[in-house]
């Protein structure tokens, strides 16, 4: 796996970590419905440069997708995946299942933790797998509201990163993507602020930074999630410590989804 990089080309010897946006579709769109969708927005996204973009519809419209991405810069992610390779495990789908296919796949998503009982011990084998296979893992983590109240949001979201990562060799670390996604923001338009985002996603990193090193903690690109939109993502990106956004909603909507990608890279642009 390459590392997601631009260099600064200035001589400044650091690098700069590169924007990257998900679009999780969710369970929305049949494959005739994907396939209208990305093709309403691919000619917009294939023209940007200096973020990565990445679509995550449903598993069956996945290979019709592709078909369309192909001969573009637009990545393809799963939403979840199972750990073991093959077997009896009725409707679950295989890291070989999606090896070829997806370049990113989404694990531990709250609706996973929340509706399927997914707990950090499974996020932390799917993570495992997905590397295994060259999948790139966008593992996601985030309090609920209740934990927010509480003053439990740093204890949390700290435990859900250190175990999601748990035993996974830091040569791995930088192709990792972790999404900050508060349950609270998830679906419900009332996003986080910047600065709330930006102080969990310091934490995240702080937090990889002790269980690896500093290098490879500033490496690793950090997501904010939870009612993206065009008019907010500039907030987020603004920060120092968020790179990118992981978009539910307003991904189901080619400009809107087209106009976040653009203010992204006019914000990660000037950073
Ligand atoms: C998500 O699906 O991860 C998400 C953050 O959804 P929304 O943008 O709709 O809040």
Known sequence: MTTPFINRGNGNSGFKRLPIIAGNWKMNKTVDESLLLVDEMIDDLDAIEGVEIVLCPPFVALYSVLDLLEDTGVGLGAQNMYH????????????LMLREICDYVI??????????????ELVNLKVKAA?????????????????????????????QVREGLAGIDIADIPTIVLAYEPIWAIGTGLAATGAMA?????????TVAELYT???????????????????????????????????????NADDFIQIVVKTLEVSSKK
């Open 198 to 206: 930006q102080e969990v996603c310091a934490l995240i990193r702080q």
């Open 214 to 252: 500093q290098e490879v903690a500033e490496q690793v690109r950090i997501q904010y999630g939870g009612s993206v939109t065009a008019k907010n993502i500039e907030e987020f990106m603004s920060q120092p410590d968020i790179d990118g956004g992981l978009v539910g909603g307003a991904s189901l």
């Open 107 to 120: 694990l531990g998503h709250s609706e996973r933790r929340t509706y399927f009982g997914e707990t950090n």
């Open 131 to 159: 590397l295994k296979h060259d999948i790139r893992p966008i593992m996601a983590v985030g309090e609920n509201l209740a934990q927010r109240q509480a003053e439990e949001t740093s204890a949390f979201v700290t435990a």
């Open 84 to 95: 073991q390779n093959s077997g009896a495990y009725t409707g679950e789908i295989s890291p």
